[in-house]
C-alpha cells in the first residue's frame, strides 16, 4: 500500500488488519474490505492469512526435517542433518531439564512447538510494505505475514496445550484426583471456596498466559517495525531534514531487526519451556 495515498493512522491500520472471510451483511460469503466489516461477520469469520501463512509454515518445517531423516548418515553430519540434529539435541535437553516423567509424547510437541512458532516469528523480519504491497497487487485488500500477531493463532496453539494438560492430569490422577487437586489444595476441605477460585485461575491462566505473552510481543515487535516505515515516508515526502530522517530509519531498522531476531527466538523458546512445564506438573500428583 502506498504510503502517499494513506495518512499515518491509516497506514497502521491497514498493515494491522487481516485478511477475513466470513459472512457479509447482505448474506453472502467474502473477503472483507475494511475492519468494520471483519468485525460484523462475527465468530465464524476466518482470518485467511493467518490460517495459510501458519499451515505453509508447518509443512516447510515438516520438509525440512523429513529430508533430514531420509538423508541422514551414520558418518560426520553436515549441513541440513547437522542443523537439525542440533536442534533436536538442543530440544532433548530442554526435555529432560524440565520434564521429570516418562511421556514420548513430550519431545516431539516441544519440537513442533518450538520450530513451529519460530518459523512464524521469524515473518517478522520481512520488511512490512513487501507481502501488502503484492496482496495489493493481488487484489487482496488485506495480509498480514506473521500469524503469531494474530491472537486467534496464539490462543488456538495455547489451548491445545491446555486441553493436554487437563487430559494428562486426568489421566495419570484420575477423574477423582484431578477434581480433588482443584477443591482441596491449598487450604484442604474447609477452604472449598477458595480452593476451587485459586486452583481454577491457575489452571485458567496457563492458556491465557501463554497466548497473550506470545501476542504481545510479536504484535509489538511488528507496530515498532511499521513506525519505523513510517518514518521512511516522513523521508521521502520531507523538504527539510531529509538526511537525519533517513539515516535515523536505517539505524532503527537495522538495531530493531538485530534484536528482533533475539525477540522472535525467546518467545519461542518461552513458549515450549512453559508447555513442558505445564505438562511436566500435570503428571506430578500433589500430596
Known amino acids: 500500500m502506498s504510503a502517499e495515498t494513506l495518512t499515518s493512522t491509516e497506514y497502521i491500520k491497514h498493515h494491522l488488519q487481516n485478511l477475513t472471510f466470513g459472512k457479509l451483511s447482505d448474506g453472502s460469503w467474502g473477503v472483507a474490505h475494511s475492519a468494520d466489516q471483519a468485525k460484523e461477520m462475527g465468530f465464524w469469520a476466518i482470518n485467511l492469512d493467518t490460517s495459510i501463512v501458519a499451515l505453509l509454515l508447518g509443512c516447510l518445517f515438516l520438509f525440512i526435517f523429513f529430508r533430514a531423516a531420509q538423508k541422514a548418515t551414520t558418518g560426520v553430519p553436515s549441513g541440513l542433518q547437522n542443523f537439525v540434529e542440533w536442534v533436536v539435541e538442543f530440544i532433548d535437553t530442554s526435555v529432560r531439564g524440565s520434564f521429570t516423567a516418562e511421556n514420548n509424547l513430550v519431545a516431539p510437541l516441544a519440537l513442533t512447538i518450538f520450530a513451529w512458532i519460530l518459523l512464524m516469528n521469524l515473518m517478522d523480519l520481512v520488511p512490512v510494505d513487501y507481502i501488502p504491497h503484492l496482496a495489493q497487487v493481488a487484489g487482496l485488500p488485506f495480509f498480514k505475514l506473521v500469524p503469531t500477531t494474530d491472537p486467534n493463532a496464539t490462543f488456538g496453539m495455547s489451548i491445545a496445550v491446555f486441553f493436554l494438560v487437563v487430559f494428562y492430569s486426568i489421566k495419570m490422577k484420575g477423574l477423582g484426583g484431578f477434581i480433588g487437586e ?46 519505523i516505515a513510517i518514518m521512511g515516508a516522513a523521508w521521502a515526502g520531507a523538504t527539510v531534514g531529509n538526511a537525519v530522517l533517513f539515516s535515523s530509519q536505517v539505524i532503527l531498522s537495522l538495531g530493531w531487526g538485530i534484536f528482533h531476531i533475539l525477540i522472535v527466538t525467546l518467545q519461542a523458546f518461552i513458549f515450549m519451556t512453559l508447555t ?7 503428571h506430578q500428583e500433589h500430596h
Open 182 to 227: 482443584l477443591t482441596l489444595q491449598p487450604f484442604g476441605k474447609w477452604g472449598l471456596l477458595a480452593n476451587v477460585f485459586l486452583e481454577g485461575v491457575n489452571l485458567i491462566a496457563k492458556p491465557i498466559s501463554l497466548a497473550l505473552r506470545l501476542f504481545g510481543n510479536m504484535y509489538a515487535g511488528e507496530m515498532i517495525f511499521i513506525l
Open 276 to 282: 513442558i512445564v505445564y505438562l511436566d506438573m500435570a
